[in-house]
């Protein structure tokens, strides 16, 4: 490390005031993302974003990188992330972060000895890049010094929150859910149908096992041009013969803030884990209307190697200065590959 930085594990008031009040003096020059903010600005304030597991599927670079911080072409995961909050006029980024993971908050720091050596030499791109993350929203940490899982985690965002938000979003960093903007298409369909709404994809049901799969029913009450059906039901990571659809959650959640209570009455479930799941399983239970938005898109999964390389190439090939060079070098890797 070689700038000033202050730190960035627990809740530190202090920090918190300072980026509210620097992000606020941004947020009046900011006026393509003020376009940006529609009505939704006006109910998620704050983003929850899960980011303090061990990154074990992408060992050996995770002992000291975090999987957030591992680049989609030269843009960390977890900036990617903060775009989409900042689309959705989102204010707070609650950062869940571990003891040994702070680098990702510090990477929302600013980096004045960087920016005025950019700006010495000229170099007005770079120097727009590294500004990026000032337009931001502001990055609170919130530390989870035990992995007890995601309902834990999601649990303890509970503290940043305000008293007038009744709802939040959950931006899993692992998945990309492309074109952005899932969640401001999930925050109309809670205006009209209220309670909470959840992003879906379909797969192919051998792989159901490996995430939370929705139990659904038509919406009738749904007016409008998405796909939206009813959840009867959820349950994580069931047995591909258990599954009940092959419908399944994709790392966008908005939820009630509801949420926050049924997550202090579940016990451990899938994994030993306190399972976001099995928290939102109990609100249907208690006639919480909970409805999915089937993607009309792709995804990509940073969390492993095998869905990180896709995204890179994806982001890449559509990249104005690396995508012509890099379609002649894949078609020569294909060739030579035999594909
Ligand atoms: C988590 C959730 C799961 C969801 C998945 C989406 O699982 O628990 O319900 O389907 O994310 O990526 P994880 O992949 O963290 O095991």
């Known amino acids: 490390m070689c700038w000033e930085k202050p730190e960035t594990g627990g809740v530190s008031m202090l920090i918190i005031l300072e980026k509210i009040l620097i992000s606020n003096l941004k947020k009046s020059t ?24 061990m990154g074990t599927r992408f060992l050996p670079a995770t002992k000291t990188i975090p999987k957030e911080l591992l680049p989609v072409v030269d843009t960390p995961g977890i900036e990617l992330i903060a775009q989409e909050a900042a689309q959705l006029g989102a204010d707070k980024l609650a950062i869940i972060t571990a003891p040994k993971k702070r680098e990702v908050l510090a990477y929302f720091d600013r980096y004045p000895a960087l920016e005025t050596m950019l700006e010495a030499r000229g170099k007005t791109h770079q120097l727009e890049k590294v500004r990026n993350t000032n337009n931001l929203p502001t990055p609170i940490a919130v530390e989870q010094t035990e ?33 952005m903007g899932v969640v401001v298409k999930m925050m109309e369909v809670r205006a009209q149908l209220g309670g909470s709404v959840l992003c879906a994809f379909e797969v192919p049901h051998e792989e159901v096992y490996n995430y939370g799969v929705f139990d659904i029913e038509d919406a009738p009450d749904y007016h409008g041009d998405y796909v939206v059906k009813k959840v009867r039901g959820m349950v994580e990571k069931p047995a591909v013969d258990d599954a009940p659809s092959n419908f399944v959650a994709t790392g966008r959640y908005l939820l009630d803030r509801a949420i926050f209570d049924a997550l202090q009455r579940i016990t451990p479930g899938a994994g030993g884990e306190l399972q976001l799941t099995d928290a939102i399983a109990l609100l249907i239970d208690e006639g919480h ?38 379609k002649k070098v894949l078609r020569e890797i294909l060739d030579e590959h035999g594909a």
């Open 147 to 179: 992995p007890l899982g995601l309902g834990h985690a999601v649990g303890l965002a509970e503290q940043v929150l305000d008293d007038d938000e009744n709802v939040v979003a959950v931006m899993l960093p692992d998945d990309l859910v492309l074109p």
């Open 289 to 326: 209307p909970v409805h999915i938005l089937v993607h009309d898109g792709k995804r990509h999964d940073l969390g492993n190697p095998g869905g990180y390389i896709p995204a890179v190439v994806d982001f890449g090939l559509a990249d104005p200065v690396y995508g012509p060079h890099l």
């Open 30 to 53: 900011l006026n393509c993302m003020t376009s940006a903010k529609t009505h939704a600005s006006l109910s998620v304030k704050t983003v929850i974003v899960p980011a303090a597991g």
